[in-house]
């Protein structure tokens, strides 16, 4: 496909491919940069108080044995809790649905969807 440059006259070849490599890039640049900002979001927000109306709730979690009492807002799966709250990754979120089942915990021995 051959394109002719206004800015300099001259002509420059874009292919289908080039174009779509660029489009994708773009896009996880987009959503990791999200991602890294929300994480150091999460951890800065968490010192301040919550929003109004927000409700939060203290509770203990047993993990691995271990009891561990964090603030947990009533929004918030059990996966983003394990994950983001209590540093856990090792809960993965998949699907959000109960679908896929990436997000399965043990509980008193049975598993369970997180998200």
Same mark, same amino acid.
């Given at each position: 496909? @051959?394109? *002719? /440059? +206004?800015?300099?006259?001259?002509?420059?070849?874009?292919?289908?491919?080039?174009? +779509? !490599?660029?489009? +994708?890039?773009?896009?996880?640049?987009?959503?990791?940069?999200?991602?890294?900002?929300?994480?150091?979001?999460?951890?800065?927000?968490?010192? $301040?108080?919550?929003?109004?109306?927000?409700? @939060?709730? *203290? +509770?203990?979690?047993?993990?691995?044995?271990?009891?561990?009492?964090? /603030?947990?807002? !009533?929004? @918030?799966? $059990?996966?983003?809790? $394990?994950?983001?709250? *209590?540093? $856990?990754?090792?809960?993965?979120?998949?699907? /959000?649905?109960? @679908?896929?089942?990436?997000?399965?915990?043990? *509980? /008193?021995?049975?598993?369970?969807?997180?998200?």
């Amino acid at each position: 496909m @051959e394109e *002719l /440059d +206004i800015s300099t006259g001259a002509n420059r070849t874009v292919s289908r491919r080039t174009f +779509i !490599k660029g489009v +994708i890039a773009a896009g996880a640049t987009a959503s990791s940069a999200a991602y890294v900002f929300r994480a150091a979001g999460a951890t800065a927000t968490s010192a $301040l108080p919550s929003a109004q109306g927000a409700v @939060e709730r *203290l +509770i203990t979690l047993n993990v691995n044995g271990q009891a561990r009492r964090v /603030d947990v807002p !009533k929004q @918030e799966t $059990l996966a983003m809790t $394990l994950r983001y709250r *209590l540093g $856990l990754t090792g809960t993965k979120l998949g699907c /959000d649905r109960a @679908e896929c089942g990436a997000c399965t915990v043990l *509980l /008193d021995g049975v598993g369970h969807y997180s998200c």
